[in-house]
């Protein structure tokens, strides 16, 4: 069978020849600040997703020095706001995107640090891979951080950071920025000059409230855009994925794949994402197990956070330690290989795409 054709492949019958009536044409549709769509179908209408974002792996060993000496060099306080380093996506242009929806960024919050009040209207969240002694403040809120933890920030709320440790301490945040500037829907507000509160309970108050399995408190039972739970804790993330494998031994379908354990992150009033533009998700997989290759729209980030392995992207092969991160773009083909167990943290703009009914998903060895 042959291949469908594309749009250079195909001969249009309609383009015109050049003539000067046309180069006069062309110059009044310059003027006037008009560009036909005959010249531009390809890039306007392409027949699959053709984003200029690539595949892109960051190394972890080689981010951490650059944090660190960030942290000798540079303040964190107002203004800068925080000392966060933002994966630029080699393939956008030397924008701080990782994908054109989505922000990546390594943050890095040095011994008794502060760092101070703002809101904005971008969703974001938090991941550590690993340490432990910072508390995120949000909406009054304190919310102790520690490694495997999945913190929420989600748009609007204020929030600072303390690190009450005589270390410092490292994470990534994820925000949709790049989607909210594109759609010019950006807000920012400075808060308080600290954080408004230096406690540090072993449970936020919303974990309290909220994550007792099963149940729901009556006191909230109007559904929410956002997860009201502002902590995702790594003992229960961990305690889901094993019993997924274990019931995969005992012959229970449990598992999404083939020694492939997932979990999604959500929001308990509505069973839906845990924010309206960003999906978080864990894969575990077992020492020699492989999932499936794939396609999907949208776009994808990765951070290892146990074990080592790898990830075919289009067809190469990328080895994997600890605290690597990668970026899928999207309708790029994607699959994960386990050396020992390896254990990645998720996140995508899939409802962005689900919302909006551009969603498609192509298992490729189906």
């Not at 650059?66 to 942290?71: D, I, P, Q």
């Not at 809101?119 to 508390?135: K, L, P």
């Not at 933890?149 to 989600?154: N, Q, V, W």
Request: include cysteine.
């Amino acid at each position: 069978m042959e291949d469908a054709p594309t749009h250079d492949t195909v001969k249009h019958s309609m383009q015109p020849e050049d003539t000067p009536e046309l180069r006069k044409l062309y110059a009044g549709f310059k003027e006037q600040h008009i560009v036909p769509l005959w010249t531009q179908l390809g890039d306007l209408m392409p027949m699959h997703p053709a984003s200029n974002a690539v595949p892109h792996v960051w190394k972890w060993a080689d981010l951490m020095p650059l944090a660190r000496a960030s942290g000798d060099l540079v303040p964190v306080g107002r203004g800068g706001e925080r000392r966060a380093l933002g994966l630029a996506n080699p393939g956008l242009g030397g924008n701080a995107y990782i994908s054109p929806t989505l922000w990546a960024a390594i943050q890095y919050l040095g011994p008794k640090e502060t760092a101070p009040e703002h809101r904005h209207s971008q969703n974001a969240f938090r991941f550590v891979v690993e340490g432990e002694g910072v508390w995120t403040v949000v909406n009054g809120d304190p919310v102790r951080m520690s490694r495997g933890d999945l913190l929420l920030t989600p748009g609007w709320n204020f929030h600072g950071h303390h690190n009450v440790s005589d270390h410092p301490m490292t994470w990534i945040d994820g925000l949709d920025i790049p989607f909210s500037r594109q759609n010019d829907v950006g807000f920012f507000e400075f808060g308080s000059e600290t954080v408004t509160d230096y406690a540090t309970p072993n449970f936020s108050q919303g974990e309290r409230l909220w994550c007792h399995p099963g149940l729901r408190p009556l006191s909230g039972l109007r559904d929410t855009v956002s997860s009201p739970i502002g902590a995702y804790r790594w003992e229960f993330t961990d305690r889901a994925l094993t019993e997924q494998l274990l019931l995969e031994d005992e012959g229970q379908p449990a598992t999404v794949e083939q020694g492939h354990a997932a979990i999604r992150y959500v929001n308990p009033t509505t069973g839906g994402d845990v924010m309206p533009t960003i999906r978080c998700q864990f894969h575990r997989l077992r020492a020699g197990a492989a999932s499936k290759t794939r396609r999907d729209v949208g776009s994808s980030v990765f951070q290892v956070f146990e074990g080592t392995g790898a990830v075919v992207i289009n067809d190469m092969e990328h080895r994997l330690d600890v605290g690597d991160m990668f970026v899928v773009p999207s309708w790029v083909s994607w699959s994960l290989q386990a050396e020992s167990q390896f254990d990645l943290f998720h996140f995508s703009d899939a409802p962005i795409m689900e919302r909006l009914h551009f969603a498609r998903t192509v298992v490729m060895d189906e």
